[in-house]
């Protein structure tokens, strides 16, 4: 069991990577062509610590707004050069505007050119080798499941999507059993009396159980889980790999112990965070009511030529503890979209016009909600606000869901950004998921990211 283990990478780790290698390729590239040319400006930048770290921040900020640290565009060429002239351009346009961090425009307009194009080509020649040769085979994780024959596709499917160089290379049946699994997956199935030196022959980066009863779990299973565990074995339960891997809390498999997959963030109770938290509300919200009011006679125009309704909508929602509110819209909708009832909405929802299909796509629609977030109905980050006839039929067939009325819902939250527009039961399931974790991570940290997240959403017109 000594054998030398391949070097692997966990998720954040990889992030962490990629934005280190960014900076320095084009600090490498900008300092080479500076002294190869000798060129001033370039020369300033990278000998400047302080213009260089602007530059960076620049790069880092905009580059995670257009999706260059997401892991499944960082691995695809044809989405990363996009993400990368995206991102080189606008922090290269940012910084020659922003005079106080950055060095003095030269008098040559060319050394500007060869600013942006080196920057580019530095990038794009790195993310692209990342393509190559490292995203491919260096962050590959072997994983053993230790599962049900009829728990294997599934697990399968959850865990490789959430990270494709995580990788299931074979199962051990929990119940002890040699039955073949039928699952179409080419996943091969291991002995309880294998698994040792199948670990130790295969560079196994970790064991991942899948039982929520400990009487799953037979005694010889149970024997060479700890004998893994001494040789320094990593053994983790599904759940937290789960959770880890999708960013959601996989409700599916909590049992009647919930209390140990919800200790709830401390930042819902903590005074400080929270009043922080309700003054930059307060900021956004006159900000955005400002912003809105000089769209008002546009939106006026297309609603009265696209629409032929009232500009504003009302609708109820259940709020924080179960509060009933009304929540305020730009219409979207024809006149009389439910004579027959409450409907989720769909991509393709008829109901939906034109105009009104823009203003969901911006997040237009959603702009004056701003009011409700002043009143104190809602949130700017929180699950979003369900309606009641839809929250009762939900929550009778779906635990947990009225869990997600611990905190005020929010005009965007991280459901929003990680997943698509609910239109069924299942959708909602989903979206459960991922409301439940930003309530146990809540943190002004994972606000930033659904921030940023949600100005992707915007800037890439992925609104419903």
């Not at 922003?98 to 530095?122: D, E, G, H, K």
């Not at 005009?411 to 698509?420: D, E, H, K, P």
Request: aromatic fraction near 14%.
């Amino acid at each position: 069991m000594n054998k030398i283990k391949k070097i692997n990478f966990e998720i954040s780790e990889r992030k962490v990577l990629l934005r280190f290698f960014d900076v320095i390729f084009v600090w490498l590239a900008i300092n080479f062509i500076g002294n190869l040319l000798e060129l001033n400006y370039l020369e300033v930048l990278t000998s400047s610590f302080y213009y260089f770290l602007a530059f960076s921040l620049y790069i880092n900020g905009i580059g995670t707004i257009f999706e260059m640290y997401n892991l499944q565009v960082a691995s695809c060429q044809h989405q990363i050069l996009k993400s990368v002239s995206l991102t080189v351009l606008t922090p290269a346009f940012l910084y020659l505007l922003t005079p106080i961090y950055s060095v003095t425009l030269p008098s040559q307009r060319l050394q500007i050119v060869l600013f942006f194009f080196t920057t580019l080509l530095a990038l794009s020649l790195w993310r692209i080798s990342y393509v190559r040769f490292f995203a491919s085979n260096r962050f590959v994780q072997n994983v053993i499941l230790v599962c049900l024959n009829e728990q294997l596709e599934e697990l399968i499917v959850d865990l490789e999507k959430a990270d494709p160089h995580y990788k299931i290379v074979a199962y051990v049946n929990s119940d002890g059993s040699e039955t073949i699994s039928n699952s179409n997956n080419c996943v091969r199935q291991i002995g309880i009396s294998d698994m040792v030196t199948f670990v130790s022959e295969n560079n196994i980066f970790e064991i991942v159980i899948v039982s929520q009863k400990t009487k799953e779990i037979t005694l010889e299973l149970y024997q060479k889980l700890l004998q893994l565990l001494e040789f320094g074995n990593s053994i983790r339960e599904y759940t937290q790999v789960y959770e880890d891997k999708n960013l959601r809390i996989p409700i599916q498999h909590v049992a009647r112990d919930f209390y140990k997959f919800f200790p709830f963030s401390r930042s819902n109770t903590n005074q400080l965070y929270l009043l922080s938290i309700k003054f930059m509300e307060v900021f956004i919200s006159i900000f955005g009511l400002l912003f809105v009011a000089l769209l008002i006679p546009l939106i006026t125009l297309g609603n009265f030529i696209g629409n032929r309704g009232k500009l504003f909508y009302t609708q109820e929602r259940v709020g924080k503890n179960g509060k009933l509110f009304k929540i305020y819209k730009f219409r979207t909708m024809i006149k009389n979209a439910e004579i027959n009832g409450a409907t989720f909405s769909t991509p393709n929802d008829t109901r939906v016009t034109p105009f009104g299909k823009f203003l969901r796509k911006t997040r237009i629609d959603e702009f004056p909600q701003f009011f409700n977030i002043l009143k104190g109905d809602m949130a700017i980050i929180g699950p979003r606000p369900e309606r009641p006839v839809f929250v009762k039929k939900i929550a009778q067939i779906m635990p947990f869901y009225e869990t997600r009325h611990v905190i005020k819902p929010g005009l965007t939250g991280w459901a929003q950004v990680n997943y698509s527009y609910g239109e069924s039961l299942e959708d909602s399931l989903m979206k459960l998921q991922y409301d439940l974790y930003y309530i146990k991570h809540r943190s002004i940290f994972l606000d930033l990211n659904i921030t940023i997240k949600t100005i992707s959403t915007v800037l890439f017109y992925r609104g419903q």
